[in-house]
């Protein structure tokens, strides 16, 4: 598939504090197979280097992509920094990247592909190589077999590694003019249980990307991300499965807080 006839794919990199991190995750976008890809960048408010970071990646980035943008300003928050950058999405698909985080070169490539293939697909997924600060290897995370139906990821019986994720854009913008709602923190799950009301999601057997362990990770707050399971679930308190979903998450906040048991996945890293 040459670029010519290859669908846009919508890249977007919400950044908070990660200027350790963002250029990598930007030259792994940079180091795409796939050719006709647009980048979106928005640095919500960043109290480190991490625009000075970003500015110096500029030039390669106009460069390389069919069109780029970068806008930074004053703190709004995830949810807000994501409905916003949607807004600019031109593509016929959507990949939104931690600024921590880094994707495999041919990532988009073999998504597209299976996704031109089934249309009955609306995101495809795939596992990680956990690294460290220093980008060293830790281990690779593999999704499970459970499909990624309604059912099992509201009862927390899946795997979705966000950092791998690719979605048709009309079907995130079918969902309302903010897909990503402010009061979640868990905006990624909520977005995929929406998603799964409205069709398919899957696991590709591949690693896709490098996920990135370190101390500020949202998933390291064990209390604030139990609340925001909670939070979720309440969202579709309509579901039959609400009050089973409230048994579970209370039983697995039991174990996160007195065993140090992770939790069941990883979202984005950002206040």
């Not at 504090?17 to 890809?37: G, R």
């Not at 070169?105 to 249309?119: F, M």
């Not at 579901?239 to 140090?260: P, V």
């Amino acid at each position: 598939m040459n670029q010519s006839n290859q669908p846009l794919v919508s890249v977007v990199i919400p950044c908070y504090n990660h200027e350790n991190f963002v250029q990598d995750s930007i030259q792994s976008v940079i180091d795409q197979t796939y050719q006709n890809i647009e980048l979106i960048i928005i640095d919500d408010g960043s109290k480190d280097g991490s625009v000075e970071k970003i500015k110096e990646m500029i030039p390669a980035c106009q460069e390389r992509f069919i069109r780029f943008e970068f806008r930074h300003r004053p703190n709004k928050g995830l949810s807000a920094t994501l409905n916003e950058a949607l807004d600019w999405c031109e593509g016929i698909y959507f990949s939104a990247l931690a600024s921590d985080d880094i994707i495999y070169a041919e990532k988009i490539s073999i998504q597209v592909d299976y996704l031109e293939k089934d249309l009955k697909l609306l995101a495809v997924f795939g596992g990680v190589e956990v690294i460290d600060k220093n980008n060293t290897f830790i281990r690779f995370a593999i999704p499970s077999n459970r499909k990624l139906i309604f059912k099992n990821i509201f009862l927390s019986n899946y795997t979705i590694f966000a950092c791998t994720q690719l979605i048709r854009l009309n079907a995130v913008k079918k969902l309302g003019n903010s897909p990503y709602p402010s009061h979640i923190i868990m905006e990624d799950i909520y977005m995929w249980l929406k998603l799964s009301e409205k069709g398919s999601l899957k696991n590709l057997p591949y690693i896709f990307a490098k996920y990135r362990e370190h101390d500020s990770n949202t998933m390291k707050k064990i209390e604030l991300i139990n609340q925001a399971k909670l939070d979720v679930i309440h969202e579709f308190s309509y579901s039959k499965y609400y009050d089973r979903a409230i048994r579970i998450a209370n039983l697995t906040s039991y174990y996160d807080t007195n065993k140090k048991i992770p939790g069941f996945s990883f979202i984005f890293k950002h206040p």
